[in-house]
Structures are given as structure tokens and as C-alpha cells.
């Protein structure tokens, strides 16, 4: 393999009226061909040879108009001729078969290229929902038409049992301000001529859509302006579209379209020869190789300016390289400084990536790059999918570690410090796709515990991650207590056991709303989002108790003066806020009202009930 690489913009079709230009890397090739097909269906089509430069780059310009057309490339090496899709196609038939010279102009909604994108934000103040989009829409009762579908996130005034909204009704309703999407790319374990169920981790051409979501998987054009008639919607109701990217492995090595065209170079290996497979799957993208790097960065920056996209959460993150997650960042923040850019800050096994180039938690700092924070995670519900209980569910000895994730995972005091520089630098979360979701987890730590405690715990633990600093992220459906039944790792369990029942949002209705209700409070309360850490030392006060498993603390500038307790005993406590006065109540164990429930005299001692949140405000 000769070490070729190339510093040029532009890799695949690229399409003009008059003609469209091909290029592709394939530095071992003895021989290359373009094969133009007029219809998906096409089993014959017409080759075109191409012609090797010095960088290991071969090129065609293919005149005339070809527009919609659907291409492969037939690469010999060593004498064996493979045809295979382009790995820089954007567009392709039913499972990726053939990629699609696509003119994305003509397939622009009515509106796209001016529609109005969500004002700009603050990290801190993002509210993250991760949903994949089957889940979302596919029960009998979430009152969506277009089922599983990208359009489904487009409709309007959808109503599920006793009236309730639902869909992007709901998603407005609730306040979230960013939608993550699991894979939407077009992925291996589906069949999209039959349909059928997975997550989607299992890349296979990685700048196109993911044709199972759209209405019509066989014609390449239709997933494209049905994924951006769903982006559209979404920003026009203000609510920004992360999507879930899987750059460090690919399904499998042999098939996959980077290996047919240059075996080997785009994957790590140990001094024995054999893959890395740090990703569990098999295999690791050596994303610190020039071109391997080059398509991640050239995919994320397709990504970012043809669907205007918000956010990239980055699949096993540890295993890209810093350097490349440092260019990705620059050129991501080139187009929108808003852009949020964050993942896993580890592998599924060892990784043969040097150890300094690894993203860990701490050499995040200062990148303007966010990590999943475990350690709130743990602290706040015991292990994933075990029996072992945190401080929301139960388990002692969890105060300082809540108290680190409330200040964000900053140097707080000696103490009190975590693995961030800056609080915009933590996703706070409690429960994601993977494993038990959080009511699940309840259900098996808690058995004997009542149906209304594990209510309690859920709405307790949303509230800490809700009220501390940081960016806060949600699990779809945690809201109203989503079930998989138990199933820890659904990837492949289907949709009865994944989808959204939108009848617990009516059956919830009362965590629902609190969980909309402390959403509310935090974007109207600029002291929870702070985004200097020095502000968080100087504002945020621990008020000392010798309670177990209760926490209470200050926030407090010139502006605004909060006192928040979290008490996850199963006795009611008593306790003294800080100042005396008159307070206002406006988070108790059951209700949030940003203009307050009621108000208090500090001069009385208060009670707290058990397994809940409480907040206070003093007018200043």
C-alpha cells in the first residue's frame, strides 16, 4: 500500500449541468471504471475508464447531464475486479446498492435554502432529546400518519389518547431546544425493501440517508427532501437536529467500500497484522491516516452545510484521534459557532491508537468538545442494569459525587473537582439508548419499592440533571416513564418493545408536566446555565447538613437567588433555607411553577418531602 494522500476539497460525484466529475481513492489500483446506471434497477450499465493522477486519486469528467443517475466504480487490483459504491456517494438506491449523482438543489423543499433556523444559544443552555426516528412515531397511538417515517417529525397537531399531543407537538410542549437522532445514515442491518429494526451503529455509506425512513427507498431522491423537509420543521419550531455519527468502525472489512478501493489502509492494526478492534465490531477506522481523516472531516462538514444540521454525537469517541476531532471542531465552528460536538470518551475494547492521542475525559479541556458524564450517571442510579442503587434509588455514599456533576465537573474545591475545565464541557445524563432505561432500572433495583417511589426516583433524577450545570440530556420518553420491558440492549429487539407508548404521557401526566416544568425554569434561569467557571465557585454555595443523601445549595449573583434540595430519603426532612424573608416556592415533590406554587416565611422551618426536588427563590 503506498501511502498516498490528497489535500483537494472535493471526493466523489460531483454534479454540473454539462458534466460531472468523479474522483475516488484507490491508490493500489491497476485499473478503474466509472459505471453509469439510468435506473436503480439497472443490472448492465455503461463503464467509463478513469484516469490515476500521482496522489492515488483517479478522476473522470463524464460529459453531459446525468442528473439522478445512479453510479458504481469497478476497481482491479491484483487482478480481481470488485464494483462497488462510492464511500463519498451522497446519495443511493435501496441498500446502498448504487450510489446517486444527486443535484441537491432541485431536491430542496419549497423554502429550505432561507428558512428560519433557531436563534443561537449557549451550550449551557441546550436541552438535549435523543429519539431514534422508528420509536418516535410507530406505536398505534402516537396519531402519526407517516409511521417510522423522517416525515412523521413534520406532522402537525397529532393527538394520542384523552387528546394529548404528540409528536413535534410534544416536543415543543416539553421545551426541548435540541433533538438527537440516533443513525440516520444508511445502514447495513436493515433491509429497506422489507423494513425491520435496528439502532443503526453498523455504518455502511456514510453520507447518505438511511432509505428505510423514507416513503420510497428505491428512488434516492426521495429520502434526501423528505429528511430536509423534516429539518425544516423542526428548526421552524425551534428545536435544533444532533445526529449520531459512527466514523470509528465500519460494519464489516471486506465489503465495506473503503477496503474494496484501498485494502486495508483505512483500518488500525497491532504489530502482529491483525485489526484493531477497540470498536468491538471487528474493526477501527484509522482516522489518524490522511485520508481516513479527510473523509471524516469532508462527511461532517456535508453534513453541517446541505441539511444544516446542529450537532454531531460521536460514537465511541475515544477511538478518533484528537487531532482529528480538533480540525473537525475548527471547520465545524467555521460554518456555525453553535455547532455542538460531543460523545463517548471511551472504547468497547483496546485500541491500538496511541494513548495520547485517545479522548479521554480531561483532554477534552478548553476544545470546546463535551463528554458523557458516567460519573453522574453512577452516582445518581447505581449501575446500568444492575441491582446496585445510586443516591436517587437508595444507595448511600453518593453526595460528592452528585455535588461534582451539579457544578458541572469543574475544580470546584479540593473536594469537589471533576474531569471538565468548563461546564459546557459535560453532557449530564442519566439513562440513553443503551441499557436499562431509566424506569426499567428502578423496576429491577428496586422490586418492592411502589409503583409511585419509582415515579419519585425518576422525576428526582431527571430534576438533578435538569437543575445542574453543564449540558443536560434526556432520554426520549424518560419524561413519562418509557419501558423496554427490560430489555438493556434493544438494537435489534423491534418495535414493540422500543417504540414510544404515547398513552404513558397521559397516564404520567403528572411527571410529564414536571419534568416541562423544571425545562421551563432553566431556560428562564440564566444562573443554571453558566458558562464560567469561576461564576460557578463564586455563585453556586453548598449549604453544609448532616442529613444523609440530602443536598442543598445556593445560587446566588445580583441578578437572581435560588435555593435548590434534593432529598432522596424516604422520610420527610425538615430544614432552614439560608436568608431570612419571604421565599417563593417553585419546584415541590410533585408541581414546578416558574411564577411560584406559594411562598414561604425562611423565619419557619420548612419540610421536605421524600425522593423529591424542591427549589426556592428569593426576589433580590
Known amino acids: 500500500m503506498l501511502n498516498f494522500s490528497y489535500k483537494e476539497n472535493e471526493l466523489g460525484a460531483i454534479y454540473y449541468k454539462d458534466y460531472t466529475i ?30 490515476r493522477n500521482n496522489n492515488g486519486i483517479w478522476y473522470l469528467k463524464l460529459k453531459g447531464d446525468y442528473k439522478n443517475k445512479y ?21 443511493a438506491c435501496e441498500n446502498g446498492k448504487k450510489g446517486m449523482i444527486v443535484d441537491f438543489n432541485s431536491l430542496n423543499p419549497k423554502g429550505w435554502v432561507n428558512h428560519r433556523l433557531p436563534k443561537q444559544l449557549k451550550n449551557t443552555e441546550s436541552i438535549i432529546y435523543e429519539m431514534h426516528i422508528k420509536d418516535f412515531s410507530i406505536s398505534k397511538d402516537s396519531g ?6 423522517y416525515l412523521a417529525f ?19 410542549e416539553l421545551g426541548i431546544t435540541h433533538l438527537h437522532l440516533m443513525p440516520v445514515y444508511d445502514f447495513i442491518s436493515v433491509d429497506e425493501t422489507k423494513g425491520g429494526y435496528n439502532w443503526g451503529y453498523d455504518p455502511y455509506l456514510y453520507n447518505v440517508l438511511e432509505g428505510s425512513y423514507s416513503t420510497n427507498p428505491y428512488d434516492g431522491r426521495v429520502r434526501i427532501k423528505e429528511f430536509k423537509e423534516m429539518i425544516k420543521i423542526l428548526h421552524e419550531n425551534n428545536i435544533r437536529v444532533i445526529i449520531d455519527v459512527v466514523y470509528n468502525h465500519t460494519f464489516s472489512i471486506n465489503d465495506s467500500p473503503f477496503n474494496i478501493l484501498a485494502p486495508n489502509y483505512y483500518y488500525r492494526r497491532d504489530k502482529l497484522g491483525n485489526f484493531s478492534n477497540g470498536s468491538g465490531c471487528g474493526n477501527e477506522i484509522a482516522t489518524e491516516k490522511p485520508m481516513a481523516r479527510k473523509f471524516i472531516i469532508d462527511s461532517v462538514l456535508f453534513w453541517a452545510k446541505e441539511y444544516k444540521i446542529d450537532g454531531f454525537r460521536f460514537d465511541l469517541m475515544k477511538l478518533i484521534d484528537i487531532d482529528t476531532l480538533k480540525t473537525i471542531k475548527e471547520k465545524l465552528h467555521g ?30 479541556k478548553n476544545l470546546d468538545i463535551a463528554l458523557f458524564n458516567d460519573e453522574i450517571r453512577n452516582a445518581l442510579k447505581g449501575d446500568n442494569d444492575g441491582v446496585f442503587k445510586g443516591f436517587v434509588n437508595g444507595g448511600y455514599g453518593f453526595k460528592t459525587e452528585v455535588k461534582k456533576g451539579i457544578v458541572g465537573s469543574i475544580f470546584y474545591n479540593n473536594n469537589i473537582n471533576g474531569f471538565t475545565e468548563k461546564p459546557n464541557e459535560t453532557i449530564n445524563y442519566v439513562s440513553c439508548h443503551d441499557n ?10 428496586n422490586p418492592n419499592d411502589s409503583e409511585k417511589d419509582k415515579e419519585k426516583m425518576n422525576r428526582l433524577a431527571l430534576s438533578i440533571i435538569l437543575t445542574s450545570q453543564g449540558i443536560p440530556f434526556i432520554q426520549g420518553g424518560s419524561e413519562f416513564l418509557r419501558t423496554k420491558k427490560g430489555v438493556e440492549n434493544s438494537y435489534n429487539s423491534g418495535d414493540e418493545i422500543n417504540e414510544i ?22 431556560k428562564r434561569k440564566n444562573i443554571m446555565t453558566l458558562t464560567d467557571p469561576e461564576k460557578i465557585r463564586r455563585y453556586l454555595t453548598f449549604i453544609d447538613n448532616d442529613m444523609e443523601n440530602v443536598i442543598m445549595y445556593q445560587l446566588k449573583n445580583q441578578y437572581e437567588n435560588l435555593v435548590i434540595i434534593h432529598n432522596s430519603n424516604r422520610e420527610e426532612i425538615n430544614i432552614k433555607l439560608p436568608e431570612e424573608g419571604i421565599w417563593k416556592v417553585l419546584a415541590n415533590n410533585y408541581l414546578v411553577n416558574i411564577e411560584g406554587i406559594n411562598v414561604i416565611d425562611a423565619s419557619k422551618i420548612i419540610k421536605v418531602k421524600p425522593i423529591s426536588t424542591y427549589i426556592f427563590e428569593k426576589e433580590n
Open 436 to 445: 436499562l432505561c431509566l424506569f426499567d432500572k428502578f423496576e429491577k433495583s
Open 501 to 522: 407508548k404515547w398513552s404513558r404521557k397521559d397516564y404520567y401526566k403528572e411527571n410529564f408536566q414536571y419534568i416541562k416544568g423544571l425545562i421551563n425554569l432553566r
Open 144 to 149: 402519526m400518519k407517516h409511521k417510522g417515517k
Open 154 to 172: 413534520t406532522e402537525k397537531n397529532t393527538k394520542g389518547v384523552n387528546g394529548i399531543k404528540t409528536g413535534i407537538d410534544h416536543l415543543v
Open 335 to 364: 460554518i456555525n459557532p453553535n455547532i455542538l460536538i460531543y460523545g463517548e470518551p471511551w472504547s468497547a475494547g483496546e485500541t491500538t491508537l496511541e494513548y495520547d492521542k485517545q479522548i479521554r475525559k480531561g483532554k477534552q
Open 71 to 91: 453510479y458504481n466504480y469497478k476497481v482491479t487490483i491484483d487482478n480481481k475486479e470488485r464494483e462497488t459504491p462510492d464511500p463519498y456517494t451522497k446519495g
Open 22 to 51: 468523479f474522483k475516488v481513492y484507490s491508490p493500489d489500483a491497476d485499473n478503474l471504471k466509472v459505471v453509469i446506471y439510468e435506473t436503480s434497477s439497472d443490472n448492465i450499465g455503461k463503464s467509463f475508464s478513469m484516469i
